[in-house]
């Protein structure tokens, strides 16, 4: 084989020829070869599975990144990585039987002891074929995490601090966290519904497995956190199964929150021969779910259990009082019906004598009154008569000084008001008659007398009633409306005021004084 660098020329010597530049390819080759050469064996390494690609479907490989941290001898820190490969049929065989054996899966954080051979490819690189796997370092692994979990809890007193909180002496609000679908769910409510107590269950559904159990399980602490006042208790149950699917209770956040949570814990995780990390910060750890119902349901029945006998008690105590009180209760009757009866005769005699006394007194005040009431009539009856004759002969007295008095006044009235009457009279007459004088006087036509004036005057005027009838002087009186018809023939229509009678006393024929309408 040609030396992989070309060599130096020696002093003195003469320029060798010019290197010959070597193919990437020959050169990559030459180094897988050496590899293969050098390290043809399969070696054991541990190392940190830093990134992980497991097959997606059957056929695929599976594809990892290994890291390792250590310490130099100059105490620098040096991080080894390199790549890694399980070939599709080596996984099937390999990944079971670790699961089986360490209880969880291939996943990234886990340190891993793997026997490894060294492949170099031209194109790809360096790189590592996974030909076997040692559970057993695994195991280990999560032992020394258990452990160191276990006692990161105990220094922050995470272990103890549940245990000290008081458990309700009969816890039946119960906030369950577990997931709906699970048997050991099931089986926990069937329990609970085979006993003589009723119990008020909310389920807080939560993932019990895998690498998000932790999480979910976290996050239903916090739901029951918030409302922790309606619950008595907490119960953290989930079903047997493999190791793989109890780890996540071995989380330390989880033990922590269980550890400091305000609420007592009860959990029931798995088998009997298991016992995770939270059992051991919970309040109380069991076995199985039908184990912590089955504690419950004893719980309330050791309750019940104590509270017949306090019952049982109370009641025979309540017994002997009862007879106690019911001697003394007889005692006191007889005892205040003695009493009773001796005030009774000592009341009734006082009551009879002030009966007696009772009667007596009001007769004789009322005969007292009486008396009294006698002698007040009769003084009443002589005064009412003295009173009677002074008003009487009072009124006499009056009715004749007033009857005088009239009489007089009646007189003098009378004289005076014939003097005003007669005065008045005489007056009337004088004033009627001047004005009866002066208006006919002021109004009053004269007709020419048939005997004294010219036969043409007297001829030409006629007197007319209301129908135009000529009229008699019988009918002719003062006040009486006539028609007066004019030698012309015009017609005037007047009221006779006056008619002056003859010298003789006689009634002229025809009226003097006119007046017209």
């Known amino acids: 084989m040609p030396p992989l660098f070309n060599r130096r020329s020696e002093i003195g010597l003469p320029a060798s020829l010019p290197p010959v530049a070597l193919p990437l390819a020959e050169l990559m080759a030459r180094v897988r070869q050496t590899l293969t050469d050098r390290f043809a064996e399969s070696y054991w390494v541990v190392a940190e599975i830093a990134d992980l690609t497991l097959p997606r479907f059957d056929g695929a490989h599976c594809y990892l990144v290994l890291t390792d ?35 969880q899966e291939l996943s990234i954080g886990i340190k891993v002891m793997l026997r490894v051979q060294v492949k170099f490819h031209e194109q790809y690189g360096l790189s590592l074929d996974v030909v076997a796997i040692d559970p057993t370092y695994t195991v280990g692994d999560l032992a020394r995490q258990r452990l160191e979990t276990i006692r990161k809890l105990e ?32 089986d926990f409510m069937q329990q609970l519904s085979e006993s003589a107590y009723d119990f008020s269950v909310a389920l807080f559904p939560a ?47 989880l033990a922590a929150a269980v550890g400091s949570f305000p609420l007592p814990v009860l959990t029931g995780i798995g088998h009997e021969r298991d016992e995770a990390v939270t059992d051991l910060a919970a309040h109380l750890a069991l076995k199985t779910p039908t184990a ?38 007889r005692r006191l009757t007889l005892r205040t019906r003695e009493t009773a009866q001796d005030k009774l005769a000592f009341h009734r ?19 007292r009154q009486q008396q009294q009431l006698a002698t007040q009539r009769r003084a009443l009856h002589r005064a009412a008569r003295q009173a009677l004759r002074r008003q009487q002969g009072a009124l006499r007295t009056l009715g ?11 007189r003098r009235r009378r004289e005076q008001l014939l003097r005003y009457r007669y005065q008045l009279q005489l007056a009337t007459a004088r004033q009627l008659h001047l004005a009866e004088l002066r208006l006919a006087r002021a109004t009053a036509h004269r007709l020419p007398n048939a005997e004294t004036a010219p036969p043409s005057a007297a001829a030409g005027i006629r007197l007319l009633d209301n129908n135009n009838q000529p009229l008699t002087p019988d009918r002719l009186r003062a006040g009486t409306h006539v028609r007066l018809q004019l030698p012309d023939d015009a017609v005037l229509i007047a009221r006779i005021i006056a008619r002056l009678s003859s010298t003789d006393g006689s009634s002229p024929s025809v009226p003097d004084l006119f007046s017209q309408s």
């Open 349 to 367: 005699s006082a009551l009879h004598q002030q009966l007696r006394q009772a009667r007596e007194t009001p007769r004789t005040h009322l005969r």
């Open 155 to 186: 220094a922050k007193d995470l272990l103890e601090r549940q245990k000290r909180l008081s458990l309700a002496i009969g816890p039946q609000r119960l906030a369950v966290i577990s997931s709906p679908t699970a048997a050991g769910f099931q």
């Open 207 to 253: 993932s019990m497995q895998g690498a998000e159990a932790p999480s979910s399980i976290l996050s239903a602490l916090d739901m029951i956190r918030r409302q922790r006042h309606t619950f008595d208790v907490v119960i953290l149950i989930r079903g047997g199964g493999a190791k793989t699917d109890l780890l996540a209770f071995d989380d330390y956040g």
């Open 292 to 329: 912590v119902a089955a504690f419950l349901t004893e719980r309330l029945g050791r309750l019940d259990a104590v509270f017949e006998g306090y019952a049982l008690r109370i009641r025979e105590l309540a017994t002997e009082q009862l007879q106690d009180a019911a001697t003394q209760l």
């Open 69 to 103: 941290q250590h310490t130099t001898g100059r105490g620098a820190q040096l991080k080894a990585q390199a790549r890694a490969t399980i070939w599709s049929q080596r996984y099937q065989q390999l990944a079971p039987a670790f699961l089986e054996q360490t209880g």
């Open 400 to 410: 004749k000084l007033l009857a005088r008095r009239f009489r007089h006044l009646h």
